[in-house]
């Protein structure tokens, strides 16, 4: 099932983007998006943002990227 691999996917990187996820299951990244979001309600995985200096994608031209992060203690 393809929610159990991105969930080991994370788990085994620590961390992914979301390009790389969607990449790596041929995934659009809003599809990609819905299955991570049942990981995150499931307390699995956290969403944060990297990519940019400002971290509001308001202040500089480089959009900032989601990555999902596997929540140690889970």
Known sequence: ?????IKEYVRSHGQASLRDIAAGFDLTEAAAEEMLAHWIRKGKIERVENGCSC???????????A???????Q
């Open 1 to 5: 099932m393809i929610l159990l691999e």
């Open 55 to 65: 971290r509001s994608c308001k202040e500089c031209s480089s959009p900032c990227e």
């Open 67 to 73: 990555v999902y992060r596997w929540k140690e203690n």
